[in-house]
């Protein structure tokens, strides 16, 4: 960017025959160039220009005139280069004065105290001036040459003085810049390393629950093997009970029969101290109560197979999710019991494909945390689900808490929790959001504080091609 040298002077003085000496020495040729000017204009357009760049003097004839020419010349970004100004003016500011206030305006500006020789203390000037890298003396009387080398020297010295202060702006801008882009670059390099620890753990937490659900269903093997013989057995004695009562009947019949009453009397004590008639009452209802008990580990064992399925392949398949609500519920039983009654407002629903451990670690997740916003008063968790156009959808709605406005948006965010250490962890909704977003569903929520909440899941009935 090469901007023409600044040649503007400013001269204050207020005797006038001195601005005719300097016109004289600074713009010797102004008048002729001036015509020539036009006429070159005239002959060659108006770009034409005289070789030699001469200087341009305006004329102040007192100090606050020249503060005034100069505040014009600065909002007319043509600010001047040099100032020659006079050290005695009777009227209104002296020289020091003038140049205080110049400088206080435009600190760039290259300054010429003229002065006779008795006019002031030179060390008492430059005390106050502060400023001996942009002031020069001229003592009275001039030699031309003398103000000519000043003017061009000093000029110089302005515009090289504001070339190297816009280079500097420059690189000031380039470090600013420079410095912004490192910035921005740890930035980055600092969510990529939050995005990779969550991963981890998000890794970590999939494990966990790759691993306990193994471990569950090999459990579960295990347990279906003796609770397959106890009920067998169970029914089994059932049977072979009513033969023994059919007995007993038998010999009761029979004793009339008997025709030793000591017997008799032997048999009555017996019967009473065995307390017959409780028994044949009482152990139909122990093999019942144990039949019921033991189906019922049975259920808890098929529920925990279903909800632990293991997909090592991640396989997509056709589920029937109502019955992973059921069996998952099942499993949190005991979360809920004493703080909920739990309504299932269901309706038909078809397969769904879908991956079913996930989804039911989903719901699983989505009615843990309604059990744990209900307190300390009993309150409700109604379950329903049904079918529009080609989506299911479940909602898991509870009568708990609540969930704050300002805490709405961060609920799905991993590790955002507003429950005590040990109790959350933070990764439920994130990982349920994941797993629904896999299945190409939405999840969403509605919520009032001290009213309760409900999630809301969608999910597509088939993938057209299930996310990777
Ligand atoms: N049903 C709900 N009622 C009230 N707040 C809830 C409910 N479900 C989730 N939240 C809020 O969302 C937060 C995040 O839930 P979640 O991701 O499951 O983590 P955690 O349960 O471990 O805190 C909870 O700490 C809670 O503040
Ligand atoms: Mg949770």
Redesign the pocket.
């Given at each position: 960017m090469s901007t023409p040298p600044n040649r503007r002077i400013l001269l204050i003085d207020d005797t006038p025959s001195i601005h005719e000496d300097f016109r004289k020495i600074l713009t010797p040729e102004a008048q002729h160039t001036a015509e020539l000017d036009d006429m070159e204009a005239a002959l060659f357009g108006s770009e034409a220009k005289p070789a030699a760049t001469l200087f341009e003097l305006d004329s102040a004839y007192g100090g606050q005139e020249g503060l005034s020419k100069l505040l014009q010349a600065m909002e007319e970004q043509r600010p001047y280069a040099l100032a020659f100004v006079d050290m005695r003016m009777p009227q209104g500011w002296d020289g020091a004065e003038t140049i205080e206030h110049l400088w206080k305006e435009d600190p760039r500006l290259q300054v010429v105290v003229c002065t006779a020789y008795s006019d002031h203390s030179w060390d008492e000037l430059l005390e106050r001036l502060q400023a001996r890298d942009r002031l020069l003396i001229l003592k009275k009387p001039f030699d031309n040459i003398e103000v000519q080398q000043m003017a061009n020297t000093l000029t110089s010295k302005w515009d090289m003085t504001q070339r190297a202060s816009v280079q500097l702006d420059q690189l000031g801008h380039l470090v600013e810049r420079r410095t912004q882009q490192y910035r921005q670059a740890s930035v980055d390099l600092q969510q990529e390393i939050d995005e990779r620890k969550l991963l981890e753990s998000q890794l970590v937490q999939s494990e966990k629950l790759a691993s306990l659900g193994q471990l569950a269903a090999g459990v579960a093997h295990e347990i279906n093997n003796p609770i397959g013989f106890i009920s067998s057995n169970l029914g089994a004695l059932d049977g072979y009970f009513k033969q023994l009562q059919e007995m007993l009947d038998a010999y009761l019949d029979a004793e009339e029969a008997i025709g030793s009453s000591e017997l008799i009397a032997r048999l009555k004590a017996l019967r009473e101290r065995i307390e017959l008639d409780f028994l044949r009452d009482d152990i139909p209802q122990l093999i019942k109560e144990s039949k019921d008990g033991i189906a019922r580990v049975g259920q808890i064992v098929k529920d925990l197979k279903d909800f632990s399925r293991v997909d090592p392949t991640q396989e997509w398949q056709w589920a029937n999710l109502q019955h992973g609500i059921d069996s998952t519920l099942n499993i949190v039983a005991n979360e809920i019991k004493y703080k909920a009654d739990v309504v299932k407002l269901y309706q038909p629903l078809p397969d769904v494909e879908c991956l079913p451990s996930q989804i039911n670690q989903v719901v699983m997740?989505?009615i843990?945390?309604?059990a744990?916003?209900i307190g300390p008063e009993r309150g409700t968790i109604t379950l329903s689900n049904g079918l529009e156009g080609e989506k299911v959808w479940i909602e898991?709605a509870?009568t708990?808490?609540?969930?704050e406005p300002h805490?709405l948006q961060?609920?799905?965010d991993?590790f955002?929790?507003?429950?005590p250490v040990g109790?959350?962890?933070?990764?439920?909704?994130?990982?349920?959001y994941g797993i629904v977003k896999k299945h190409r569903g939405e999840i969403s929520?509605r919520?009032e504080v001290g009213v309760?909440?409900t999630?809301r899941i969608e999910l597509p009935l088939r993938q057209s091609k299930p996310a990777a």
């Open positions: 997740n989505l843990v945390n309604a744990q916003a898991v509870d708990g808490s609540g969930i805490s961060k609920i799905f991993p955002f929790t507003t429950k109790q959350g962890t933070g990764l439920g909704l994130s990982l349920s929520v919520s309760g909440t999630f």
